[in-house]
């Protein structure tokens, strides 16, 4: 399980980079980007996006075959 940050979705409020409490993720170009060794993966960001950019990976979750 990991974070991602959708850019195409990305607005550049930077809503998220306020709340994270790991400084995880700041502006580049106007799109957020995510240090994923900062990120703790508390998904505390996600609901702050308010263009719902931001999302938990659950592409690694597999095997349950869903
Ligand atoms: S999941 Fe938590 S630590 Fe990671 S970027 Fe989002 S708010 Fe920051």
Same mark, same amino acid.
């Given at each position: 399980? =990991?974070i /991602? %940050? $959708? @850019? @195409?979705?990305?607005?550049? @409020?930077?809503?998220?980079i =306020? /709340?994270?409490? !790991? =400084?995880a993720l700041?502006?580049?170009d106007? %799109? +957020? %980007?995510?240090?994923?060794?900062r990120? *703790?993966f $508390?998904? /505390?960001? /996600?609901? +702050?996006c308010?263009?719902? +950019?931001?999302?938990?990976? !659950?592409? *690694? %979750?597999?095997?349950?075959g869903?």
């Open positions: 399980m =990991k /991602i %940050v $959708d @850019s @195409s979705e990305c607005c550049g @409020s930077g809503e998220c =306020k /709340i994270c409490p !790991e =400084k700041s502006l580049v106007g %799109v +957020a %980007v995510l240090d994923e060794s990120c *703790d $508390d998904g /505390i960001c /996600i609901p +702050a308010p263009n719902s +950019a931001i999302s938990f990976d !659950e592409g *690694d %979750v597999g095997g349950c869903f």
